[in-house]
Nanobody, 128 residues
Framework: QVQLAESGGGLVQAGGSLRLSCAAS????????VGWFRQAPGKERTFVAA???????YYDDSMKGRFTIARDNAKNTVYLQMNSLKSEDTAVYYC??????????????????????WGQGTQVTVSS
């Protein structure tokens, strides 16, 4: 079982950057796929990006070119680098993990139901 803790959120002006971290505790983190989701006020939680155990990456189309997901297995951490932030990026950002062997298909990494483990979230606020 893995436990996740997000950090790196905060207040930033539009056009700025933030790097979120998802630190994991537990064995064999390198065997997990990790996703980032976000939930804006009054809206449902939506997919942002995901990375497989082998480093394959997937993004929501609206984040491509602005956000980058990466992992450092030696540090048990997955990062989400967010550039050119917009006010509509304001949300609570969550990371989630699932054993790669349990992933039905890489397309399923875009779905909340695919993940068994979730962090508590970190707030990102982008001021215009």
């Amino acid at each position: 079982q893995v436990q996740l803790a997000e950090s790196g959120g905060g207040l930033v002006q539009a056009g700025g950057s933030l790097r979120l971290s998802c630190a994991a505790s537990g064995p064999d983190f390198s065997s997990y796929a990790v996703g980032w989701f976000r939930q804006a006020p009054g809206k449902e939680r939506t997919f942002v990006a995901a990375i497989t155990w082998s480093g394959g990456t997937y993004y929501d189309d609206s984040m491509k070119g602005r956000f980058t997901i990466a992992r450092d297995n030696a540090k048990n951490t997955v990062y989400l680098q967010m550039n050119s932030l917009k006010s509509e990026d304001t949300a609570v950002y969550y990371c989630a993990a699932e054993l790669q062997d349990k992933v039905i298909a890489t397309s399923a990494l875009r779905e909340e139901y695919e993940y068994d483990y979730w962090g508590q979230g970190t707030q990102v606020t982008v001021s215009s």
